[in-house]
């Protein structure tokens, strides 16, 4: 694996490592997520696919003959951000769904990144984005980072874009970060930036964003469609869990301890630990 330049995203003490969703049409959206976005098949089984870049594992897919289409309305996932290593790739992957006519939902400039918008054919949210030098970023004396939300110049990032053609996407590329849908914001900010030791780092009407180390989030929850929402239950397609992944063991140590003092049940396995979220979402910490 060659080295590529790491973003700045993944050099924190926590990031998103991998996510998992269930669908009920495995075959077409495992399709969708290779053509689209470009992903690689990196494990295949009956039940499921596991889509990563270069060897890295960042989406797993599997379906259940049992699963219930998640309502609108419920806690679960908002979108799955794909960062990109750079704006030349964002670009470049531009090119390629302009070329196949890949229907967007929207495009926008947040002053700390630039994203593109889309969903996959289950309704399940998908962000596309690069970010830009951190010495551009607007910190505030609390420790917030200035974010808003403009209309992306779509046409100029299309201009700027190489002139070779598309080969997937690029190694570098991960899951920056992870959007969720919860039932209420300051339950979320108990959980993600209490326990877990990410912190606000900018908040929008009903809506909060969490980061480790000063990027500006790795995990973001709001309640814009699903206010109220209670723990998913049952087999629902959607977000079955996802990884935080620890870059330093005692942020870990810490989360650990927390989630101890609060008495949420915390399961040791090979791989790390698991829980779950306050809305029914798994999650797995690993050092």
């Not at 998103?16 to 495992?30: K, T």
């Not at 606000?200 to 709001?222: C, V």
């Not at 650990?256 to 797995?284: C, F, H, N, S």
């Given at each position: 694996?060659?080295?590529?330049?790491?973003?700045?995203?993944?050099?924190?003490?926590?990031?998103?490592?991998?996510?998992?969703?269930?669908?009920?049409?495995?075959?077409?959206?495992?399709?969708?997520?290779?053509?689209?976005?470009?992903?690689?098949?990196?494990?295949?089984?009956?039940?499921?696919?596991?889509?990563?870049?270069?060897?890295?594992?960042?989406?797993?897919?599997?379906?259940?003959?049992?699963a219930a289409k998640a309502p609108r309305t419920a806690a679960g996932l908002f979108h799955t951000a794909f960062l990109m290593p750079d704006r030349a790739a964002?670009?470049?992957?531009?090119?390629?769904?302009?070329?196949?006519?890949?229907?967007?939902?929207?495009?926008?400039?947040?002053?700390?990144?630039?994203?593109?918008?889309?969903?996959?054919?289950?309704?399940?949210?998908?962000?596309?984005?690069?970010?830009?030098?951190?010495?551009?970023?607007?910190?505030?004396?609390?420790?917030?980072?200035?974010?808003?939300?403009?209309?992306?110049?779509?046409?100029?990032?299309?201009?700027?874009?190489?002139?070779?053609?598309?080969?997937?996407?690029?190694?570098?590329?991960?899951?920056g970060h992870l959007h969720l849908q919860v039932g209420n914001i300051p339950e979320a900010d108990a959980f993600y930036d209490g326990v877990l030791g990410l912190?606000?780092?900018?908040?929008?009407?009903?809506?909060?964003?969490?980061?480790?180390?000063?990027?500006?989030?790795?995990?973001?929850?709001?309640i814009w469609n699903s206010r109220g929402a209670t723990a998913r239950s049952g087999a629902m397609t959607g977000l079955a869990d996802y990884t935080l992944r620890?870059?330093?063991?005692?942020?870990?140590?810490?989360?650990?301890?927390?989630?101890?003092?609060?008495?949420?049940?915390?399961?040791?396995?090979?791989?790390?630990?698991?829980?779950?979220?306050?809305?029914?979402?798994?999650?797995?910490?690993?050092?």
């Open positions: 694996m060659t080295m590529t330049h790491q973003s700045f995203a993944l050099t924190r003490p926590v990031h998103v490592g991998q996510s998992h969703l269930v669908v009920r049409d495995l075959e077409m959206v495992a399709a969708f997520y290779q053509t689209v976005l470009g992903l690689q098949v990196i494990e295949k089984s009956a039940s499921g696919v596991v889509l990563g870049v270069h060897g890295l594992p960042l989406l797993t897919l599997t379906t259940r003959s049992d964002l670009a470049h992957w531009i090119t390629h769904v302009a070329h196949n006519n890949v229907p967007l939902d929207g495009a926008s400039d947040h002053l700390v990144s630039e994203a593109i918008y889309l969903s996959d054919p289950e309704g399940n949210g998908i962000e596309v984005y690069a970010d830009r030098p951190v010495e551009d970023w607007t910190f505030h004396a609390d420790g917030t980072v200035e974010m808003a939300t403009h209309r992306l110049d779509l046409q100029a990032l299309y201009d700027s874009a190489p002139k070779t053609a598309w080969q997937g996407m690029q190694a570098g590329t991960a899951i912190k606000k780092m900018a908040t929008y009407p009903g809506a909060s964003f969490f980061g480790a180390g000063t990027y500006h989030h790795h995990i973001a929850a709001n620890f870059n330093e063991p005692p942020a870990l140590e810490k989360a650990l301890a927390a989630l101890e003092a609060l008495e949420i049940p915390v399961t040791r396995t090979a791989e790390g630990y698991t829980l779950q979220d306050p809305w029914g979402m798994g999650l797995k910490l690993v050092a």
